[in-house]
């Protein structure tokens, strides 16, 4: 996640645990996720890493590790604490990093002192005893990676978490090494170009803001008026402000009181495009809010799952997308390589591409011009009257997208790289041949043509133009206690330490020498903002300098609620006495346009009176998310063709329900879903498990008959979305949905 350096994404890559001597897994079950990584986490086990799991659930992964620690779901940051107590206590922290490299890092020491190990298991549910040992020999072991993916990110303190984990790193000072860093193994395939390409509400792509130099910057690109971009939107506040996220459009349908962040009006018109709705949580809401609007589309290879949760009778439309087997282009994989994907095959039928569908829409609401220009203006370039899809998309994107280097991602690069796959080495990425000094798909920043692209982020100890890098200056040269924010040290060959980002401003102070000419070609800009040559990055490079400056990381983030990261009580806690102690955040009002309850909601009542089982959710090998492609899949379908919950055998004891029962499972919100028992002790006694990839079953009643004919899936099953709990992350808006508290009966 973004916060603590500035960037999305892994740092290192999947092959680079080869050199990981320690492999801390908590909250990710690669073993069923991610079987890839999962095959490079084993060969790193054989070479002699030892994998360790923090699970509240024990996942697949676990089975393979070689240390398995049940901790209580969403407490993680209490144990990372814990782990710091014991780390500073007994002097293994990693002081010269701390020092030259990370602003704040005096704060986390000042929290880690409250959480004693024996703090922290009480919290935690893991004893303090494990709690100093998985510490020790964390930090002995030179170096240790640490993966996560949705065990940290679908709660309340979700970003909190992805930010104590670096900072763990960090005091260990295991960042910017091989074999270290922080490896988030993404989700669907490409998701990782979908955040840089600006898939969430609050950014441009590149992850750059919404402020005016942003729109001003992209306009330029588009070939568009800055005016007429404004001209969009209801008005400037409105076009800078962040849009409605995934999981908060319903209640700009539901709540008139939301109208109020959104412009003054409610939502009337849903456009779905590539996601499957019943993953988010509170389903019940978001058909509430489907049947209320005036205009529904889904642009799908399948039907939606959503779709059929409808009892709409109008205005509600599939449009049949092509699927990634009928398109091409660019792709990210999760370590930031960018891949040249081929067209396997013409679409199918009336099936489109998602983007001739776009342009439709852009045509029929008057502004295809505006959005084809720039790709008309690179085939002029070129000597061509029409420009050629994706290709001239991909080179619109080199140009415009400065702010974390996609500079040197030409597809001309890509397609060799594609088509070169036995040129690079299978373990640090590197390139043979023709292919010297590059990296496999030029993972980002690759700051020009001539970049080889950054396999390891943070890696000061070698030269940017050879994939180093110090930590990125985006929030100004001081921090507002008037420290610097520049890192003590000098990256190989740059004449000075630590130093702000370039800009045509700053360049000749930082040491780098310009003709007037060159001087004039890049007026008025900085590396990422305002002009169309690569001048000034190439300028940086050549002096040895960080094109986004060489500085230091922040561990206390001054612009948010929480400083530091603080252990806060899920809002539904099976621990209703750990609340007034650590409680949740206050209400937030116009998060992602909707007024979203935490304290309120958390200080109700004493939820555990009436729903006393906290409730954990993950996935299926077989089925991927929603599971609409994969439930039409007959052979995997068959694999898992059944919803059901993981039940403690002493806790089903206690409710007198016997494996393959089928039970009723309340939620918080006042629904109920009618699922089979799996009696298992892969929960503990107060924890349940379900997968979230089922759909098509609502509250004990079959959607079958509302699939158009021919089109039903071969497995359908009650959405755990259906019984999950109100609760949205306090900055991104992710539903928690990796903790909620549930009531079971027997049906
Ligand atoms: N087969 C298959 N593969 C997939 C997907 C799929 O649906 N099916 N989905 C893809 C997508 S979109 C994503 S994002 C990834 C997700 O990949 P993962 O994050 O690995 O997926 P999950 O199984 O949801 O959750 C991981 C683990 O987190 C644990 N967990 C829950 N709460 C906590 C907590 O509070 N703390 C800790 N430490 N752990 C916790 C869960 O018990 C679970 O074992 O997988 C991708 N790969
Ligand atoms: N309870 C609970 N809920 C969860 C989670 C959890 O762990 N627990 N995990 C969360 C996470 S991490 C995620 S990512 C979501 C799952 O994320 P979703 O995006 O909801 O999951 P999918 O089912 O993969 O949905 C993809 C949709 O896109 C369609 N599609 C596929 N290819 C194309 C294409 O080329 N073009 C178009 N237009 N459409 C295409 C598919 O048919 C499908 O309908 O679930 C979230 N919800
Ligand atoms: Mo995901």
Not at 364 to 385: C, H, P, V, W
Not at 422 to 446: N, S
Request: with cysteine.
């Amino acid at each position: 996640m973004a916060n603590t350096f500035g960037f999305g994404g892994m740092s290192n890559h999947i092959a680079d645990m080869m050199f990981s001597k320690y492999i801390f897994i908590i909250g990710a079950n690669p073993a069923v996720n991610h079987p890839v990584s999962m095959v490079h986490i084993l060969r790193a086990k054989e070479a002699g890493a030892k994998i360790v799991v923090i699970d509240p659930h024990f996942s697949k992964t676990a089975a393979k590790a070689d240390e398995y620690h049940r901790i209580r779901s969403g407490t993680d940051i209490a144990l990372v604490y814990g782990m710091l107590h014991h780390i500073i206590s007994n002097d293994l922290h990693d002081k010269k990093f701390l020092e030259e490299r990370v602003y704040g890092y005096e704060e986390i020491i000042k929290e880690a002192m409250k959480y004693t190990p024996e703090e922290a298991a009480n919290i935690t549910g893991i004893p303090a005893d494990e709690i100093r040992h998985i510490a020790e020999d964390m930090a002995k072991a030179k170096p240790a990676t640490l993966i996560w993916n949705q065990g940290l990110t679908q709660h309340t303190v979700g970003t909190s978490n992805t930010r104590i984990m670096p900072i763990l790193q960090m005091f260990l000072g295991n960042m910017g090494k091989n074999g270290g860093g922080v490896n988030i193994l993404r989700g669907h395939d490409n998701v990782q170009g979908s955040s840089d390409m600006a898939a969430n509400p609050d950014v441009l792509p590149g992850y750059y803001s919404l402020a005016e130099s942003s729109w001003r910057h992209f306009a330029k690109h588009w070939q568009v008026e800055y005016e007429w971009l404004l001209s969009r939107f209801k008005d400037k506040k409105m076009m800078e402000s962040p849009g409605f996220a995934h999981s908060t459009w319903k209640f700009g349908v539901i709540d008139e009181e939301n109208a109020a962040n959104n412009g003054g009006t409610m939502i009337r018109a849903l456009v779905v495009i590539g996601t499957g709705m019943t993953s988010v949580s509170l389903l019940e809401l978001q058909k509430k809010a489907m049947d209320k609007l005036e205009l529904v589309v889904f642009i799908d290879p399948y039907v939606n799952d959503l779709a059929i949760y409808s009892d709409k009778t109008d205005n509600i439309f599939l449009l049949p997308a092509a699927s990634q087997m009928e398109s091409s282009g660019s792709v990210a994989a999760t370590n930031r390589s960018y891949q040249w994907r081929s067209k396997v095959m013409e679409p199918l039928f009336e099936c489109r591409e998602d983007q001739e569908i776009l342009f439709d829409f852009a045509k029929r609401f008057g502004f295809l011009e505006e959005l084809q220009r720039s790709l008309y203006k690179i085939a002029q370039a070129d000597g061509r009257k029409e420009f050629i899809w994706p290709e001239d998309a991909t080179t619109e994107l080199t140009q415009a997208v400065r702010s974390i280097g996609l500079q040197g991602m030409s597809p001309k690069r890509l397609k060799a790289h594609q088509e070169n796959w036995h040129m690079f080495d299978k373990v640090t990425l590197a390139g043979k041949g023709e292919f010297e000094g590059e990296y496999y798909g030029l993972p980002w920043p690759c700051w020009s043509d001539k970049h080889p692209g950054t396999p390891v982020f943070y890696n000061d100890s070698i030269p940017v133009m050879k994939g180093g890098m110090g930590f990125r200056v985006n929030w100004g040269d001081t921090s507002p206690d008037g420290q610097s924010m520049f890192s003590a040290r000098t990256l190989p060959n740059a004449k000075i330490a630590g130093h702000s980002f370039v800009s045509a401003a700053n360049a000749e102070s930082l040491g780098i020498k310009l003709t007037s000419e060159e001087k004039k070609a890049i007026e008025g800009s900085t590396f990422a903002l305002g002009y169309g040559n690569n001048i000034l990055v190439e300028k940086a490079l050549e002096a040895g300098l960080c094109p986004y400056g060489n500085g230091k990381a922040r561990a206390v983030v001054w612009n948010w609620y929480d400083k530091i990261p603080l252990h806060r009580e899920p809002l539904h806690s099976i621990r209703p006495d750990l609340v007034a102690k650590y409680p949740t955040f206050p209400d937030k009002p116009n998060h992602y346009r909707a007024n979203i309850k935490y304290q309120s909601r958390q200080s109700e009542k004493d939820w555990t009176k009436e729903f006393p089982i906290n409730m954990l959710s993950g996935r299926l090998v077989s089925h991927m998310g929603t599971g609409t492609e994969t439930r039409s899949a007959k052979y995997l379908a068959e694999v898992h063709s059944e919803m059901f919950i993981e039940i403690h055998p002493e806790k089903a004891k206690e409710l007198n329900v016997k494996d393959g029962d089928m039970v009723w499972v309340y939620g918080t919100m006042g629904t109920r879903a009618l699922i089979k028992a799996k009696l298992s002790y892969r929960v503990d006694v107060n924890s349940v498990w379900v997968p979230q990839n089922f759909s098509g079953m609502e509250q004990g009643q079959s959607r079958l008959d509302k699939y158009p004919e021919g089109t039903a899936a071969y497995a359908i099953g009650e959405s755990a979305n259906m019984i999950s709990s109100y609760g949205f992350d306090y900055n991104s808006a992710c539903p928690e949905t990796k903790c909620g508290l549930c009531r079971i009966e027997k049906a």
